[in-house]
């Protein structure tokens, strides 16, 4: 069975850093390609990060360009997200989902809170 | 690269159909047959119920049903029922600055 877990997510002050990871189960990891999708509380599901299956592409929206880090560790079954500069506007669930095809996915988390205030 | 034009919600009784727009331009909707439909309940993460535009996954109803004309694309629930009333989002490749991108979100109430 496909599982997929976030951690890592919590309370920070803006232009602070959080590390998250989701850890994955249930199928070949490096496979595939993974996303990050957020969805901010009461809000739409916005697309934040993809990276492929061996971690050597990576994509970003343009939000959080320059701020996010995607990265994988296959050896581990591992997907982070390096987020820095925080700011207001990040403060989200954030979900890891796999990404078998163009523009789809087939697994979620549940999701991990990341919430950006002073 | 905004996010895709969906009406804010749609209603049905049930036994009807309805239908879910979702606008983009020619840089995703029309430019290219990757557009996924995903329902979501509260609290619950979401769920994919067609692909490529037309393509249902596994065990996903056959009331479901998508489809496509120019920059928009839609999604049919047909025979509506109680279990369909949620959140839906579209979703489509983009040759813009990203690579992905949401639509705005429809809430579906049966009424």
């Known amino acids: 069975e496909v599982e997929l877990l976030e951690s890592g997510g919590g309370s920070v002050q803006p232009g602070g850093s959080l590390r998250l990871s989701c850890a994955a189960s249930g199928f070949t990891f490096s496979s595939y390609a993974m996303n990050w999708v957020r969805q901010a509380p009461g809000k739409g599901l916005e697309w934040v990060s993809r990276?492929?299956?061996?971690?050597?592409?990576?994509y970003y929206a343009d939000a959080v360009k320059g701020r996010f880090t995607v990265s994988r560790d296959n050896s581990k079954n591992t997907l982070f997200l390096q987020m820095d500069s925080l700011t207001a506007d990040d403060t989200a669930l954030y979900y890891c989902a796999r990404r078998p095809r163009t523009a789809m996915i087939d697994y979620w988390g549940q999701g991990t809170l990341v919430s950006v205030s002073s | 690269q905004s996010a895709l034009t969906q009406p804010a919600s749609v209603s049905g009784s049930p036994g009807q159909s309805i239908t879910i727009s979702c606008t983009g331009t020619?840089?995703?909707?029309?430019?290219?047959?990757?557009v996924s439909w995903y329902q979501q309940y509260p609290g619950k993460a979401p769920k994919v119920v067609i692909y490529?535009?037309?393509h249902r996954p596994s065990g996903v109803s056959n009331r479901f049903s998508g489809s496509k004309s120019g920059n928009t694309a839609s999604l049919t629930i047909s025979g509506l029922q109680a279990e369909d009333e949620a959140d839906y989002y579209c979703s489509s490749y983009t040759s813009g600055t990203t690579l992905e991108v949401f639509g705005t979100g429809t809430k579906v109430t049966v009424l």
């Open positions: 990276i492929s299956g061996s971690g050597a592409t990576t």
């Open positions: 490529d535009v037309t």
């Open positions: 020619s840089s995703d909707v029309a430019g290219y047959n990757y």
